[in-house]
């Protein structure tokens, strides 16, 4: 069996739905637009065909997964297929006997993300009361032991507190805290002038970081994922194309990432239609952006494109206009100048308050 | 270390976070976690799969020493401490420094 092209993650977006309205939103601008959810039977019948093609772990997110009324019967097949499943959630909304019942039916972990260190910031940017409950779902997780992920999505306005973070962190005793820099693509990048950090708040926080993952050891693991911005080599994006995970979007769309369905002249499938392991092996869309074929002359002559597979074809085209280009993220991009400008940017407007746009199911805030 | 004893009372188990799959498609173990996991050789697994909580590092040296006549005990208990080792700084075993 070749490995090159296994899934070993698939990533169930169980809705689009979400209390919170945050303005770094990974779901597609315009979801509102998407069709109907798929039933509880389809979930469970792809469960079983990622599982037979090598699928180990599994993510339960959306949106926020917990309004889906059926994460109880989910639950239960990924354990019984052995899925390490991990549920993704902003821990709205949800009692603790209905986690201790997910408990008991073999989830694996939690992440719960928190938008700041403090209620008043972390309510501002998540656009609804949340924070107070956060800390008592992640209370929840630990008393259960469950395995506890903080996850933070960090920008201009909550950078600066990497500290209280990481004490947070430690305070709900999380076993992993992932201070993930947003990625601008959907709603980031709609919201970008007022999300990127500057260069210099990107490294005092990357240093801080640094020190508290030597410290915690073996007790808390620190990610920090630098905004690919401020990378001189672009991100291997999803270790690459169709190379290690799937992505079910709520309406049964199988895709190499969540915004791959953004990206004009695709074609992808419905799990509804066609068998996953079909979808995975022979569809054009899975097939796109496999291999060398497609890889533009910057990265067919550097050494760098079987470790970086040219970059995020999502960020090439909705920062170029050019799906096929290398990521604009790589210093050796011809377009790297779009970059730049948005570096000088962060820079120029360094400690100037700038509003964002709150998520909203018609793609454009009319507040 | 002459005698390839390490004295160390501990009894290594792994960590709730992780579990231990067999995995169909390579015919290895995989120990999975959060996010991610590691694909386990041979010997890593037959480690893995002592770490009980209820054998101290040298009873596992012992242990596998007695199916591995070639290798010294002395290299075996090395190999067992890299291993745990490089596991504990994930936080995949407890009761190992």
């Known amino acids: 069996m070749n490995n090159e092209y296994r899934p070993y993650t698939l990533i169930a977006e169980l809705t689009y739905r979400c209390p919170l309205r945050c303005p770094y939103c990974s779901n597609p601008l315009g979801y509102a637009g998407y069709g109907n959810e798929i039933d509880t039977d389809t979930w469970l019948r792809v469960f079983q065909e990622a599982e037979a093609l090598g699928v180990v772990h599994l993510n339960l997110t959306g949106g926020e997964p917990l309004l889906r009324d059926d994460l109880e019967r989910l639950i239960e097949r990924a354990s019984r297929l052995e899925l390490y499943t991990n549920l993704i959630t902003s821990g709205m909304p949800l009692t603790f006997g209905r986690l201790s019942r997910f408990a008991a039916l073999g989830l694996n972990s939690v992440q719960v993300s928190v938008q700041s260190s403090g209620p008043t910031e972390s309510d501002r940017i998540a656009g609804a009361p949340s924070f107070h409950r956060k800390l008592e779902v992640m209370q929840w997780v630990a008393s259960l032991e469950l395995p506890l992920t903080m996850n933070v999505v960090l920008h201009r306005d909550n950078i600066d507190e990497i500290e209280e973070l990481i004490a947070l962190a430690e305070r709900v005793s999380a076993d992993r805290l992932e201070l993930a820099n947003a990625q601008y693509l959907g709603w980031a990048l709609k919201n970008r002038v007022a999300l990127l950090p500057t260069r210099e708040q990107v490294e005092t926080a990357r240093t801080i970081a640094s020190k508290a993952r030597e410290r915690l050891r073996g007790t808390m693991e620190v990610i920090f994922v630098t905004p690919n911005y401020y990378s001189v080599h672009p991100k291997p994006c999803m270790d690459g194309w169709g190379r290690r995970f799937i992505v079910v979007n709520p309406e049964g769309l199988a895709l190499p990432c969540h915004l791959a369905h953004t990206l004009p002249g695709l074609r992808f499938d419905n799990v509804t239609k066609r068998d996953l392991a079909d979808i995975w092996h022979h569809s054009d869309g899975f097939n796109e952006f496999r291999g060398n074929r497609w890889l533009p002359d910057v990265c067919r002559n550097c050494d760098r494109h079987t470790k970086d597979f040219g970059g995020c074809r999502c960020q090439a085209f909705h920062v170029t206009g050019n799906a096929c280009a290398t990521d604009p993220a790589c210093s050796l991009s011809p377009d790297h100048g779009l970059i730049e400008s948005a570096r000088s940017q962060a820079s120029q407007s360094a400690g100037v308050p700038i509003l964002f746009e709150y998520r909203t199911g018609r793609g454009f805030s009319q507040a | ?97």
Request: with cysteine.
């Open chain 2, 1 to 97: 270390m002459t005698n390839g004893m390490t004295g160390d009372i501990a009894r290594p188990q792994l960590s709730l976070k992780v579990r231990l799959r067999f995995d169909r498609r390579t015919g290895h173990y995989l120990l999975l976690y959060p996010e991610t996991g590691l694909e386990l050789s041979r010997t890593a697994t037959e480690i893995v799969h002592l770490c009980t909580g209820e054998r101290t590092v040298d009873e596992i040296a012992q242990y596998l020493a007695q199916t591995h006549s070639d290798i010294s005990l002395v290299e075996i208990t090395r190999d067992v401490c890299d291993f745990l080792k490089a596991l504990a700084g994930r936080g995949l075993v407890q009761g190992f420094k």
